[in-house]
């Protein structure tokens, strides 16, 4: 697929891989039975290029996945060898001065051993090999979650790529003499009587037990790794990745990531982008730094333009949130949106939580001033997570009473649009006035979706975490609203969180938290017994993988529901808030996926 730049000299390849049978059977010659497992081995080849990321609960869905990581890895690397080749025939020595290889995530990452692999089929040493490897490769790290880390089981390992397995085993012995030599077998802390001492290898080996840990054998096979902002690079340097950080502290970088303004402003916004190239020209569609110059054009005149192109957005994205999901919004209201994947780190559900206080707090008259508001949320869920469904269920459930309650439905409308992508993104971004990214600190890992609103002029309400921090540091702390704990107090009080006390001490969020249990809410089980008791349990009462409320809902929620209040009363002074509005897009430039790529090309790459 061509990528098409600025020029004819400008143009890139995309490599698109698809998977079909090597045989390309005659069906009309096979009996019934022998069909039969024809097509299956069709299936099942095709299989492997058809759905991104499916269900893995199930066994064949973990065999599925990894059969997709290899097949995509080693296509890739064929091709790149296969191009070298064309150079330079079978001398490898320059493999790696013209090729880099960078990891986008774990998911490539059985590239490593299958690239000692093919040069050792070529004739290469494998330590030669495996030397040349850890030059040409580069890791992105883009989530501190340990269950997105993978670990792949050792047995599903031998029986899908048994030649791939005995190299990794070959690494994971390179690595561990060097830890031994490095003095890392030695025990850690006190050694407890009939204990197992700790070392600090137990954190490091790569074949930890039964499983293949993948960001292990990416840091152990990589001249860089990267974080993608700062504060999640300094994670993956204190937590995460703390001994390999003391090992090879010259490897770490960090990359903050960017979005392209192409799409997330040119094309997805034309008016805004009209006014913006009025008042500073058109060089920030090539620099987008350029967008500082607009800070001296904030004027009344100007911010009252701005107003009037954002209830543009606004109407257009009412008009087709009516047609594609049958709910009608007010574009007169404050839009506060919450676009990402459903995930409990992501806290849609503290979302829905401050939405059911207002909600109380209006029908009680305590919210005599409220400017009207809609709440608007797009998300899909992983198909194997249950808890992330339920999220969405019980949202759709709080539209539903919202919506249909003439009491407060002229002063709030919530709607969860369906089938969330970048399509509808680029309709619901532009006409956001408040954007929500509220991660527990210290949990996302940058978050891509606040910059494409700071870009769009919507003001972030948010948490100390990802990007939101140079978010802040950029437009200015002032035209932000941030909240809740920083990554310091969640991990001074991880050991000793109570939210049940919390919950009993606070008879507001207790109401609100009890929605999910006291009846009015339909969640397909019996009252009491579904999954929406399944959540109020993984808040009071943890589950047997985690501790209770193991992402500081009932933590952050009171400054939360207080923050969204403060928000809604200075909605009220539409030009101080169209002011902030603008600070953000003018001071956004930083946010651009073209100074993300130049740092990789430069700091990473060694391109000139
Ligand atoms: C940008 C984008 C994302 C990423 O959102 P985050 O808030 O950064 O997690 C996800 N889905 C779509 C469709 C996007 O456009």
Redo the contacts with the bound molecule.
């Keep these: 697929m061509a990528i098409i730049g600025t020029g004819t000299d400008n143009i890139n390849t995309l490599r698109l891989w698809e998977a079909e049978a090597v045989n390309d059977f005659n069906f009309l010659e096979f009996n019934n039975c022998q069909y039969d497992a024809a097509v299956k081995d069709k299936n099942s080849a095709e299989n492997i290029s058809k759905v991104l990321y499916p269900n893995d609960n199930s066994h064949e869905g973990k065999v599925l996945r990894l059969k997709q990581q290899y097949f995509f890895s080693s296509a890739s690397l064929q091709d790149i060898l296969k191009r070298y080749k064309q150079r330079h025939g079978t001398e490898f020595k320059w493999f790696a001065d013209e090729t880099v290889i960078q990891l986008n995530d774990t998911h490539p990452t059985i590239s490593i051993p299958e690239l000692v692999r093919l040069l050792t089929k070529e004739g290469c040493d494998f330590d030669w090999a495996l030397g040349m490897a850890r030059a040409a490769f580069a890791y992105t790290n883009h989530t501190v979650m340990q269950e997105a880390l993978e670990k792949w089981d050792i047995n599903l390992m031998k029986s899908i790529i048994p030649e791939v397995y005995e190299i990794i085993v070959k690494i994971n012995d390179r690595l561990v003499n060097e830890l031994k030599s490095k003095g890392y077998d030695q025990p850690i802390g006190k050694v407890k009587k009939g204990e197992t001492p700790k070392t600090k290898m137990d954190n490091m080996v790569i074949i930890d037990g039964q499983r293949v840990h993948m960001a292990r054998m990416a840091t152990y096979c990589s001249s860089y790794v990267n974080g993608v902002a700062a504060i999640h690079t300094q994670i993956l340097k204190d937590d995460t990745l703390k001994e390999w950080y003391e090992l090879y502290p010259e490897r770490f970088q960090n990359k903050t990531?960017g979005?392209t303004q192409r799409r997330?402003l040119a094309l997805c916004n034309p008016e805004l982008s009209e006014f913006i190239t009025d008042l500073i020209g058109k060089k920030w569609i090539r620099n987008l730094d350029d967008l500082k110059r607009l800070e001296s054009k904030i004027t009344d005149e100007n911010v009252d333009k701005f107003n009037g192109i954002k209830y543009q957005k606004k109407k257009e994205l009412s008009e087709f949130i009516q047609k594609h999901d049958g709910v009608w919004i007010d574009p007169d209201f404050m839009f506060d949106i919450?676009?990402?994947?459903l995930h409990e780190y992501?806290r849609q559900l503290m979302n829905a939580f401050s939405i059911m206080a207002i909600y109380f707090r209006l029908k009680e008259g305590k919210l005599p001033n409220f400017t009207p508001t809609a709440f608007i949320f797009?998300?899909?869920a992983a198909p194997g997570y249950a808890r992330a469904k339920a999220i969405i269920k019980y949202i759709n459930e709080i539209a539903n009473l919202i919506n249909n309650d003439p009491e407060v439905n002229n002063k709030m409308k919530v709607v969860f649009v369906s089938n969330?992508?970048?399509?509808?993104?680029?309709k619901i971004?532009p006409a956001a006035d408040i954007h929500e990214?509220i991660s527990t600190a210290g949990t996302?890992a940058?978050?891509?979706?606040?910059?494409?609103f700071m870009i769009n002029g919507a003001v972030t309400i948010g948490t100390w975490d990802?990007a939101n921090i140079e978010i802040a540091e950029h437009a200015g702390i002032d035209n932000e609203y941030i909240f809740g704990a920083r990554v310091e107090e969640i991990n001074e009080i991880k050991d000793t969180y109570d939210p049940k006390k919390i919950y009993e001490s606070n008879a507001e969020l207790k109401r609100v938290i009890d929605t999910l249990v006291d009846g009015r809410f339909s969640d397909g089980g019996k009252t009491g017994e579904g999954s929406f008791k399944e959540l109020h349990d993984s808040l009071l009462e943890g589950a047997s993988w985690h501790q209770a409320d193991h992402y500081f809902i009932l933590r952050d929620l009171p400054e939360y529901i207080e923050t969204k209040i403060r928000v809604n009363n200075d909605y009220k002074d539409r030009r101080a808030f169209a002011r902030k509005c603008l600070m953000n897009t003018a001071n956004s430039g930083q946010f651009s996926s073209d100074r993300t790529i130049l740092q990789y090309a430069t700091e990473l790459w060694r391109v000139k």
């Design positions: 990531n979005v997330w919450q676009v990402k994947r992501k797009g998300a899909k969330y992508n970048v399509s509808y993104a680029e971004i990214q996302e940058s978050g891509t979706s606040n910059m494409k990802g």
